[in-house]
């Protein structure tokens, strides 16, 4: 198959009058030659497709549902708004339950319709559990950690940590010398702690300035702004993080936002009750919050709002692309996916002026 497009982000810069050529649903060769004709032919802009590391569900649905039907029509949700790789996200629950939740999602994953499982919890601050049903929240232990790896056939691709909980800088190096990738988040550690659990491997910050201090010397949130190159999640809803909080980010650094929809099952869909776990959520102008107190209990974002979201504050079309699809598959270890690249699969969205996206369907993409 062969794509001409009038523009593409090729290596974080937009090029001009670019061919693409895929074979077998990957990419074969990237040029400005082009002789062949092509199957499908654009004026617009060429991106890759977007990589969500934090996402629970949409459509109505939850990726924990026991109906993997279900679990299906959410992943589609999802990508019908260009998201072409998602890590099904889980929320805090009983230790067994979840070993059946990442059992059932451990097919999905080997067939490729998920890119990995990220547990958020149950390893995190009371003091912080946001929309986590704090009774169930622990210090984790290894053999536990282990366990579960093992029952999900290693397909758990991160976990998320409050890394002051006991026996939490052990558990970073035994995950990390697991291949799993691990957040920090839903904490309130101070900044040591914070700086320990990075040397130990933590890899990313789960939604930075959420379920953590949002500023303040000597905390979590001070702590990851100072590790050069760290990256942090956002929640770009208009809701999550503020302009100031954007800013802040920007200034620490450049290239360090990964964008993340933390949706939960009203993703997509319409105002009214749901539930998180255990929990009874109301959503109302797209928001959604517990009813039990009222904070946020993750969003209905989908991650093409969340890039037009990025774009509005400033951002560059190419910086976009690296906060919503490079930046994140690069710190999940996720090589086959993030840029247009030769070799890496074929994952484009079609883009418009404004910021209309557009996923090109390539015949090798895993069929739901």
Not at 230 to 254: R, W
Not at 255 to 269: E, K, W
């Amino acid at each position: 198959m062969h794509i001409h497009a009038a523009h593409a982000i090729i290596e974080n810069v937009l090029a001009t009058d670019i061919c693409i050529e895929i074979q077998h649903g990957l990419i074969k060769a990237i040029n400005r030659d082009c002789t062949a004709s092509a199957e499908y032919s654009t004026d617009k802009t060429l991106i890759p497709g977007f990589v969500d590391i934090h996402c629970h569900g949409g459509g109505g649905y939850y990726f924990s549902d026991p109906d993997i039907e279900n679990v299906k029509k959410a992943r589609e949700v999802h990508r019908a708004h260009g998201t072409t790789t998602l890590i099904a996200s889980l929320v805090t629950e009983p230790i067994g339950i979840l070993e059946e939740q990442t059992r059932r999602l451990a097919p999905l994953v080997d067939a490729g319709i998920f890119g990995g499982i990220h547990l958020e919890g149950p390893y995190l601050s009371e003091a912080r559990c946001g929309a986590h049903q704090p009774s169930l929240l622990r210090d984790p232990d290894l053999e536990e950690i282990g366990a579960l790896l093992d029952g999900a056939g290693d397909t758990i691709a991160m976990v998320t940590v409050a890394p002051e909980r006991d026996g939490a800088i052990e558990a970073i190096q035994y995950l990390a010398s697991r291949g799993v990738k691990v957040a920090l988040g839903h904490s309130q550690a101070d900044s040591a702690t914070t700086l320990r659990a990075i040397g130990a491997g933590a890899s990313v910050i789960t939604h930075f300035s959420n379920g953590m201090p949002k500023s303040g010397e000597g905390t979590i949130a001070s702590a990851a702004l100072s590790k050069e190159g760290f990256p942090l999640e956002l929640i770009l809803d208009g809701i999550h993080v503020s302009p100031e909080i954007i800013a802040t980010v920007k200034s620490a650094g450049a290239g360090r936002t990964i964008l993340v929809t933390d949706a939960m099952s009203a993703a997509a869909t319409v105002d009214g009750k749901f539930t998180i776990g255990a929990l009874d959520v109301t959503v109302k102008d797209g928001v959604a919050r517990l009813d039990s107190n009222g904070s946020l209990a993750g969003s209905t974002l989908t991650m093409d709002s969340a890039f037009r979201n990025y774009f509005n504050s400033g951002a560059t079309l190419a910086e976009c692309v690296h906060a919503a699809s490079t930046l994140p598959a690069q710190t999940l270890g996720l090589r086959d996916v993030g840029s247009i690249t030769v070799g890496k699969r074929a994952d484009l969205i079609e883009v418009t002026s404004n910021l209309q996206f557009k996923v090109i369907e390539v015949s090798s993409q895993p069929h739901l």
